[in-house]
C-alpha cells in the first residue's frame, strides 16, 4: 500500500475532533451487535414445543377433508361442509374447540383460584361494611353524648338558678341557715373554710345534678310556693296548684 499523503485535500478534509474515532467506534460495534441479532434470530432453531403449537394451530385452522375418515362417513349419510349436524340440523357447526393445558398446575387448579378472588372479595367487601357501622356507631355516640353533656349544662344552669332563689326567699322569710348546704349558691373557697360542714358535704355530693334539682324544686314550691320554670311565688298551695302547670320542665314546655 502506498503511504498517505499528508498534504493531500483527502487528509486534510478528515474531521479530527476530539473524541470523535471513539464515538465512531462505539456507533459501529452498536450497529455490529445488532446484525449479530438478527442473524441469530435467524438461524435460531425453533423448539419442539413452539413447532408442536404451530403444527397445531395450522391445523385448527384448516377445515377437515376427505382424507378425514370420521368426515368421509358423515359425507355417506348425507352430511354437507358448513351444514349443523343433527336429523333436523339442530347440532352444532363448529367443532367444538381444542384447550390445550400448558400449565403444571392440577386440574381445578383455576377453579380454586376463582373461588379464593371470591372469598377475598367477599372478606373485602365485609370489612367494608363493618367499618361503615363502627363510624355509623361512633358517630351516634358521638351525638348522645353531647345531647347528654347539653342536658346536663342545662340542669346545671336550672339548679344555680333555684339556689339563687332558694336563698333570696330563705332570706327574706329571716332564714339565715339553708336546710341543705348545697340549697344555696356555695360561697367562695377562702370563705367557707371555716363553715364547711363534712357530713352536709358528704350528703350533698352523693346526690347527682338532676336530683338536687328535684329535691330543691319541692322544697321551693312547699315552703315558698314558688315555680322555678314560671319564676312566679304563688299566694298559697292552692293557687300554685290550680295555675302552675307542673313541678318540672317539660311539664312546662
Not at 114 to 129: D, F, V
Not at 131 to 139: D, H, S
Not at 190 to 195: I, T
Request: proline residues 3%; negative net charge.
Amino acid at each position: 500500500e502506498e503511504e498517505e499523503d499528508y498534504m493531500s485535500d483527502l487528509f486534510i478534509k478528515q474531521d479530527v475532533r476530539p473524541g470523535l474515532p471513539m464515538v465512531r467506534r462505539v456507533k459501529e460495534a452498536i450497529q455490529k451487535e445488532e446484525k449479530q441479532k438478527e442473524a441469530n434470530e435467524k438461524n435460531r432453531q425453533k423448539s419442539i414445543k413452539e413447532e408442536e403449537k404451530e403444527r397445531r394451530d395450522l391445523v385448527l385452522k384448516s377445515a377437515l377433508g376427505n382424507e378425514n375418515k370420521g368426515f368421509a362417513l358423515l359425507q355417506k349419510m348425507g352430511y354437507k361442509s358448513g351444514q349443523a349436524l343433527g336429523k333436523s340440523g339442530e347440532g352444532i357447526v363448529e367443532p367444538i374447540p381444542l384447550n390445550i393445558k400448558t400449565g403444571l398446575s392440577g386440574l381445578g387448579h383455576e377453579e380454586l383460584k376463582k373461588r379464593k378472588a371470591e372469598e377475598k372479595l367477599e372478606n373485602y367487601r365485609q370489612k367494608l361494611h363493618m367499618k361503615k357501622q363502627a363510624n355509623e356507631q361512633a358517630a351516634d355516640q358521638f351525638r348522645i353524648r353531647f345531647k347528654t353533656k347539653q342536658e346536663e349544662r342545662k340542669m346545671e344552669g336550672d339548679l344555680r338558678k333555684s339556689q339563687r332563689a332558694c336563698q333570696q326567699l330563705d332570706t327574706q322569710k329571716d332564714i339565715d341557715i339553708p336546710k341543705e348546704t348545697w340549697f344555696w349558691i356555695e360561697p367562695e373557697e377562702e370563705d367557707r373554710k371555716d363553715e364547711e360542714d363534712k357530713e352536709d358535704e358528704c350528703t350533698g355530693a352523693d346526690l347527682s345534678v338532676s336530683e338536687k334539682l328535684h329535691i330543691l324544686t319541692a322544697y321551693l314550691r312547699e315552703e315558698h310556693f314558688y315555680c322555678i320554670w314560671c319564676g312566679t311565688t304563688y299566694e298559697d298551695s292552692e293557687d300554685l296548684s290550680s295555675n302552675c302547670p307542673g313541678d318540672s320542665a317539660a311539664d312546662h314546655d
